[in-house]
């Protein structure tokens, strides 16, 4: 059984700073993409960002420039750095890898941290 961890939620001032982990646990042969996203109540859940295997970055536009992805794979985590946080990033933020099990890759998702962010 794989499972996702995370930490790091919390509440921070507008233009503050949180630092999200995810780590996975469990039983795999390897971890191909992972990723961020997020959820705010009444919106569906959108990609934040997202890291490959060889550390090539993906951002959704409204976290560019302000959020930084990055991965560990020595301890199969993954990282959401959030600097200069608006109110408008308050949400659940769910981390996201696609890891390969004994015979297939599956997408296995975090229990959710939440960020909230005060004007």
């Known amino acids: 059984q794989v499972h996702l961890v995370e930490s790091g939620g919390g509440l921070v001032e507008a233009g503050g700073s949180l630092r999200l982990s995810c780590t996975a646990s469990?039983?795999?042969?390897?971890?191909?993409?992972m990723a961020w996203y997020r959820q705010s109540p009444g919106k569906q859940r959108e990609s934040v960002a997202s890291i490959t295997p060889s550390g090539k970055t993906d951002y959704a536009e409204f976290v560019e420039g302000r959020f930084t992805i990055s991965r560990d794979d020595d301890k199969f985590a993954v990282y959401l750095q959030m600097n200069n946080l608006r109110p408008e990033d308050a949400a659940v933020y769910y981390c996201?890898?696609?890891?390969?099990?004994?015979?297939?890759?599956?997408?296995?998702w975090g229990q959710g941290a939440r960020v909230t962010v005060s004007s």
């Open positions: 469990g039983e795999f042969i390897t971890i191909d993409n």
């Open positions: 996201h890898a696609r890891i390969l099990g004994d015979f297939h890759f599956s997408d296995y």
